[in-house]
């Protein structure tokens, strides 16, 4: 596969409007981290949300022009819009939307933030499989726990143009990759295994095929990849990220990882492990990461970790 001409930019800017987790009193900014701030005309008024839940503003900028897209939506269907006001965000900025998979934590604020956009057509870049119904976690026969429905009609409603696409498709004139369906080649990234759909009839397993990741090239430093939930395993999405650009240099990671519970720590060791052999510049674990990974994570690459919070702009020049 001929890599795709990725366009180098100069700067990425990574707000998150949801996460996980926020400590309003933190006072850790630098050159790459900038804390929402619970300040306005003077007082201490000001709240930043959190929820299990994951959506970022994404900018990129290049030769002093800047381009925007919107990373997923959150959970609740406030959640994210009331961050994105109180953080003062112009949402009519945004270009384009990309949806890192249809799981409910991150399509959940679709109404709310796309009316802040103002509902003029904006290309909203999906998997396919985002629209697969039902999906459910299996436990037994008898329990299952569904995910709500997200539909074509719904996104059509909420003033936004699907396109949608298993592929490698660029974005933002070519400063951003939506990376497309992840091949799973790693030997130790399962996936979920009460994870299940009904396609046809027939009930199967879900790989949950339409997890995706969006990917920046930063100038002489690397790529910036940017998960939700990284199903597809986030070793796998950042080897693909590289195969798919021809750029092996890896600058920042951040995201979902989805090594929370105990179906998941057991490989925590190796995730760290392979983060490690990669050796980027920043690792930025978010959402579903879970405490111990995030735990870990910070005590075996200290000087790499970012602790991200909901109101977090992380800046890579």
């Given at each position: 596969m001929a890599p795709v001409l990725l366009n180098t930019v100069d700067k990425v800017e990574i707000l998150t409007l949801q996460d996980n987790y926020i400590d309003i009193t933190a006072m850790d900014n630098n050159a790459v981290v900038t804390r929402a701030m619970p300040i306005k005309d003077g007082q201490i008024k000001v709240s930043i949300g959190a929820e299990h839940g994951f959506s970022a503003i994404v900018k990129t900028t290049s030769c002093d022009q800047t381009r925007t897209l919107l990373f997923d939506f959150g959970f609740s269907a406030d959640g994210a819009a009331r961050n994105a006001a109180a953080l003062n965000v112009d949402m009519t900025q945004v270009e384009a939307a990309v949806l890192?998979?249809?799981?409910?934590?991150?399509?959940?604020?679709?109404?709310?933030?796309?009316?802040?956009?103002?509902?003029?057509?904006?290309?909203?870049?999906?998997?396919?499989?985002?629209?697969?119904?039902?999906?459910?976690?299996?436990?037994?026969?008898?329990?299952?726990?569904?995910?709500?429905?997200?539909?074509?009609?719904?996104?059509?409603?909420?003033?936004?143009?699907?396109?949608?696409?298993?592929?490698?498709?660029?974005?933002?004139?070519?400063?951003?990759?939506?990376?497309?369906?992840?091949?799973?080649?790693?030997?130790?990234?399962?996936?979920?295994?009460?994870?299940?759909?009904?396609?046809?009839?027939?009930?199967?397993?879900?790989?949950?095929?339409?997890?995706?990741?969006?990917?920046?090239?930063?100038?002489?430093?690397?790529?910036?990849?940017?998960?939700?939930?990284?199903?597809?395993?986030?070793?796998?999405?950042?080897?693909?990220?590289?195969?798919?650009?021809?750029?092996?240099?890896?600058?920042?990671?951040?995201?979902?990882?989805?090594?929370?519970?105990?179906?998941?720590?057991?490989?925590?060791?190796r995730t760290t492990a392979e983060f490690k052999k990669l050796a980027p510049r920043y690792v930025i674990p978010v959402h579903c990461t879970g405490r111990k990974a995030i735990m870990q994570m910070e005590k075996e690459m200290p000087e790499q970790f970012i602790l991200n919070m909901s109101g977090t702009k992380l800046t890579f020049v």
């Open positions: 890192s998979h249809g799981h409910s934590d991150h399509t959940g604020g679709l109404e709310k933030l796309a009316a802040m956009i103002g509902g003029k057509d904006v290309p909203f870049i999906v998997h396919p499989g985002v629209f697969q119904s039902p999906r459910y976690m299996k436990f037994s026969e008898e329990f299952k726990i569904y995910m709500p429905e997200f539909t074509r009609e719904m996104v059509a409603q909420a003033g936004m143009k699907v396109t949608e696409t298993k592929e490698p498709f660029l974005l933002l004139g070519g400063n951003c990759l939506f990376l497309g369906e992840v091949p799973k080649r790693s030997d130790f990234e399962k996936g979920i295994p009460m994870a299940h759909l009904v396609e046809d009839g027939v009930e199967k397993w879900d790989a949950i095929a339409d997890d995706t990741s969006i990917v920046m090239n930063l100038k002489e430093k690397g790529l910036v990849i940017l998960s939700g939930c990284a199903h597809a395993g986030i070793i796998n999405t950042v080897s693909y990220a590289r195969e798919v650009t021809g750029i092996d240099k890896v600058h920042a990671i951040m995201g979902g990882f989805h090594l929370s519970g105990p179906l998941f720590e057991p490989i925590v060791d």
